[in-house]
């Protein structure tokens, strides 16, 4: 082993207080940064997860319809007001080809064409208000996987099969295997047989969302051979805005990331992560400082000791060297408690910390790059502020030192 | 004739240089010291012994004048020259011994060797162990500074001063702090040792007694030498 290193360490051994001191303040810090970064991540994953969890990355609708203002050129009438034409329900034009080009995109992984609109459902005097899904299921459960939500039969959408939310089950009164009668203002009227519910943790989507085939809901909202919207999900979930603007570009159509439709919630993460941050420079600052000002204590406990060894041929590097060293062990061995500190905190939080379905409210990741981190961080952290210490122990003039000390 | 192992020609020491506080410490010193030589420096409190010792032992720099050791001009060394020379071939001894506390006894000795060679082996380790066999301490190898009496820790600061096998060993009032009888015990090791491995000695010491056992006495009053002449021993 290098001399300096067998200085450090017995310089450190020899103020084992200070040293366990240090270690401590340096442990906290990195635990601190630990438990931060995984709570935040976690949360913020848990409730992307949720936002995700139901919802496609991108929709691809049909543009919006405008009202064209037609006009004379030398009419001198002109129109005072100009209505916003509603939006009626009509199919994308040549889906087929759209569903093409946006297969094609780099980063998409599905895609599902899905016809969707508003209906009743009713059985006996009980009338529902709902959203008719027609799904073709292989592709619709790669863009959202609605059967992992299913609590009682399947999701099954074939023929005049049905998939129904717990809670409009309730309001109906039914169950699997009981039929419902589904109408449209399209004219549509169909009864249906419930194949599965399902429950996806929002009662409104529960009460609201009723999946039938493709073809049926073609049928019933009037839309023979199309589909109102093309969901899809993409790779990387925080490039959907990117993907979904070179989709609108290609396709000419109005394709919403799920980024767009939760601004909200992205603008919370944006804060969330700068507060954090901020917390996380604070205490990277009062650790290094905390292990600068015990090396400062140090270097003058120990001018003797570098009197001595600068007379005995140790150079001014040497020393330098030494007090580093000191300051990277100190920053090491708190990263290493720290790192696992903060671990036993996330791993605890998160077994505390609950929904109000009882679920964990996030699971902490404990990624071996987060360690490395705060790792490569706290050494860093650790030499930086051992330079001044450091450079204030190697200019000692030894004469000074030996008769101070 | 063999080279001297120190040689001073007009060394002078100032502090404050350019300000109205200016202080030459040391006035034009002069002497040379042989190889094996066993030299007293003495003069009272004030009279630059301790100056001189940190010129010789290229701790300062002199402000003018030349120092020469084994031949090897110093004043003109950078820092880094002047640091390995002074590990290679100066050993000091100070009169509160200045061990290193965290170590034991075997590896203050060893340290001047960890020092020069960058990490610690076998072989330093053993010589180190030789070193404290002869000063008498074989029983207290692994002992810290703490552990040890004054006269031990001296004793272990002459074998730390020998570890190199300087030529040349500086020894400030190497006595100072120790009792009669220790600080006999003490001055017959530097003397065995400067008679066995023919290391020169230069001892300041404000002890007349021990200054009279020396084979050469040089005095200093006020920064210049006054005096520097052999040491008459009574006849037995």
Redesign the interface.
């Known amino acids: 082993?290098?001399?300096?290193w067998?200085l450090a360490l017995?310089?450190l051994?020899?103020g084992r207080f200070q040293t366990a001191l240090i270690i401590l303040g340096v442990t906290a810090g990195v635990a601190v940064i630990m438990t931060i970064t995984e709570l935040i991540g976690g949360l913020q994953g848990n409730l992307t997860a949720r936002v995700l969890g139901v919802q496609a990355h991108i929709v691809v609708k049909p543009a919006e319809e405008d009202t064209r203002l037609v006009l004379d050129r030398d009419a001198e009438s002109v129109a005072a007001r100009i209505e916003k034409r509603a939006q009626r329900l009509r199919s994308i034009d040549q889906w087929e080809s759209a569903l093409g080009i946006i297969e094609r995109t780099p980063g998409v992984v599905a895609v599902s064409p899905t016809v969707s609109g508003s209906g009743f459902a009713a059985r006996g005097a009980a009338t529902k208000s709902v959203a008719l899904l027609g799904v073709v299921p292989d592709r619709y459960l790669r863009v959202i996987g609605i059967d992992r939500y299913i609590v009682q039969g399947q999701f099954r959408v074939v023929a005049s099969d049905a998939v129904i939310g717990v809670e409009l089950a309730r309001d109906l009164g039914v169950t699997v295997g009981d039929r419902i009668r589904l109408t449209t203002a399209e004219g549509g009227n169909e009864t249906v047989t419930i194949a599965g519910l399902f429950d996806i943790g929002s009662r409104d989507l529960n009460r609201r969302w009723v999946f039938v085939s493709q073809r049926q809901a073609q049928s019933m909202l009037g839309l023979p051979g199309g589909v109102t919207n093309i969901d899809l999900v993409v790779n990387e979930i925080f490039q959907a805005e990117r993907i979904a603007q070179t989709i609108g570009r290609a396709t000419n159509l109005n394709a919403e990331s799920w980024m767009a439709t939760n601004a909200q919630v992205l603008a919370a993460f944006d804060n969330q992560n700068m507060t954090t941050r901020v917390i996380r420079g604070f205490v990277v600052l009062i650790v290094a400082l905390g292990i600068a000002s015990v090396l400062v204590v140090s270097v003058v406990q120990k001018q003797?000791?570098i009197?001595?060894?600068?007379?005995?041929?140790?150079?001014?590097g040497?020393i330098l060297q030494v007090f580093l060293i000191q300051g990277a062990i100190v920053g090491l061995a708190g990263a290493v408690l720290g790192s696992v500190l903060g671990s036993v905190i996330a791993y605890v939080l998160s077994n505390a910390l609950r929904n109000a379905d009882g679920s964990q409210l996030f699971t902490p990741e404990l990624a071996l790059s987060t360690y490395l981190g705060a790792i490569g961080v706290a050494l860093l952290v650790g030499v930086l502020a051992a330079i001044a210490p450091a450079r204030r122990a190697a200019r000692l003039d030894?004469?000074a030192a030996?008769r101070q000390g | 004739m063999t080279e001297p192992i120190l040689k001073l020609d007009d060394v002078r020491k100032r502090y404050n240089v350019g300000t109205p506080i200016e202080t030459e410490v040391l006035h034009g010193i002069g002497f040379t010291l042989q190889v094996a030589e066993f030299a007293a420096l003495i003069g009272p409190s004030g009279s630059g012994k301790s100056t001189l010792l940190?010129v010789i032992?290229l701790?300062?720099r002199p402000t003018s004048g030349s120092v020469r050791v084994r031949g090897e001009e110093t004043t003109t060394l950078d820092?880094?020259g002047i640091?390995?020379l002074?590990?290679?071939a100066i050993g000091?001894v100070?009169q509160f011994h200045?061990?290193?506390?965290?170590?034991t006894a075997l590896e203050n000795v060893m340290?001047?060797m960890?020092?020069?060679?960058?990490?610690?082996d076998a072989e330093m380790q053993s010589r180190a162990r030789e070193l404290l066999v002869e000063v008498g301490l074989e029983q207290a190898l692994g002992k810290k500074p703490a552990e040890l009496s004054g006269g031990m820790q001296q004793r272990v600061a002459i074998a730390?001063s020998l570890a190199?096998r300087a030529p040349l060993v500086l020894a400030d009032e190497p006595t100072g702090n120790l009792d009669t009888k220790t600080a006999d015990d003490v001055f017959a090791l530097m003397r065995r040792f400067n008679e066995r491995f023919g290391t020169a000695f230069l001892i300041v010491t404000h002890d007349p007694r021990l200054a009279a056992r020396c084979d050469r006495t040089i005095e200093l009053v006020d920064g210049q030498v006054v005096s520097d002449r052999p040491t008459i021993r009574p006849q037995p």
């Open positions: 082993m290098p001399t300096e067998i017995r310089f051994r020899e003797k000791e009197g001595i060894l600068r007379a005995m041929g140790a150079s001014s040497s030894p004469v030996i | 940190n032992g701790l300062e820092d880094a640091t390995a002074r590990g290679r000091f100070f200045h061990l290193i506390p965290a170590f340290m001047p960890m020092i020069e060679r960058g990490r610690r730390r190199m």
